[in-house]
């Protein structure tokens, strides 16, 4: 009978008793090294393939597309937990979307995953984002102390009209109803930079989400796209107000008026004149505070007025 030459192995034993003394220091150097593979390969997962890679910065807005094949029933992307809707451009097969950054946005690579959804099946495209840090200035004010330091009563109405902001900016209307490219809402000179850092009287603040242009009192103010007005208030930082809705997640501010000739529910064209720059509220002098917030995101309004879209119009449905 043939008999092995390797002792026989105890049940209580230990695995490197059954091995030769002198096979003993090899098998160690083989396990090892098997035991690092085990972990990059099944405790790193490599990153998924990516048609393409974005590279963009915090605030910053992107237009993607994708082609898709046969007549798929929606197409929605996440980035950074954030929904990304898509829309039909016009041109046949292609969907677009706007990706929003924010400017708080950490600078790193991260996926967006756009689902195609068809009739008993679903498809993912994988697009890479490559976010830079922006170098947001740092900018100095004086104000008065009440404005810088509210009291109790103030406070309250701070309070309330964040949340009723708050509350628009968390709706959604499923329709895209901005058409062709954003244009700016009025001419004049930027005096309060998007993501600046702002110091009052001393005191840092929060950083400073949307564009300051200073024109003179009574300067039409103009929409920068298509929409429904969602809210027209006065508010004790931003004053008189109007915020649009441009659907998909999109809306766009205008604060600081002096007045607004735009009712709540309303629908506006690009190009209509829905107020006049003032300095209501918390204002240094007659300026026009421009905003965007898209699907989350503080970006920088004059992102959008740089997109190029392209042809056929945007409008197309």
Same mark, same amino acid.
């Given at each position: ?25 090899? !098998? ?27 590279? %963009? ?31 039909? %451009? ?68 701070? %309070? ?75 508010? !004790? ?17 205008? !604060? ?19 107020? %006049? ?31 190029? !879209? ?8």
């Amino acid at each position: 009978m043939w008999k092995s030459s390797f002792p026989k192995c105890r049940a209580n034993g230990r695995f490197a008793d059954v091995l030769p003394r002198s096979l003993r220091p090899a !098998f160690f150097l083989i396990a090892l090294a098997a035991f690092w593979c085990l972990i990059v390969v099944g405790g790193s997962r490599a990153a998924e393939p990516a048609e393409k890679v974005f590279k %963009t910065k915090q605030g910053d807005v992107i237009y993607l597309t994708l082609h898709v094949e046969g007549e798929a029933a929606l197409v929605e992307g996440r980035f950074r937990d954030r929904l990304v809707p898509f829309f039909k %451009t016009g041109r046949e097969g292609e969907f677009g979307a706007l990706v929003g950054i924010d400017m708080a946005d950490i600078p790193d690579q991260a996926d967006l995953k756009a689902e195609i959804t068809y009739p008993g099946s679903v498809r993912t495209r994988v697009f890479r984002i490559a976010v830079a840090p922006e170098d947001f200035r740092e900018q100095r004010m004086t104000l008065p102390k009440d404005q810088v330091d509210p009291d109790a009563a103030a406070l309250k109405r701070i %309070t309330l009209e964040k949340e009723k902001v708050k509350a628009v900016l968390a709706g959604f209307t499923p329709d895209r109803l901005w058409g062709s490219g954003f244009l700016v809402p009025v001419e004049g000179t930027v005096t309060g930079v998007f993501g600046s850092k702002r110091i009052l009287n001393g005191q840092p603040r929060n950083q400073h989400n949307g564009e300051d242009i200073a024109a003179s009192l009574g300067t039409p103010v103009k929409a920068t796209n298509d929409g429904v007005v969602k809210m027209v208030d006065d508010h !004790f930082f931003s004053g008189k107000g109007v915020i649009l809705d441009h659907g998909l997640g999109l809306f766009t501010m205008y !604060f600081h008026l002096d007045s607004t000739a735009v009712k709540e529910g309303g629908r506006v064209k690009r190009g209509d004149v829905i107020g %006049t720059v003032g300095k209501s509220g918390r204002a240094t002098g007659p300026h026009l505070h421009w905003g965007a917030w898209l699907n989350g995101s503080r970006v920088n309004p004059f992102a959008l007025a740089k997109l190029q !879209f392209g042809t056929p119009d945007l409008s197309a449905r």
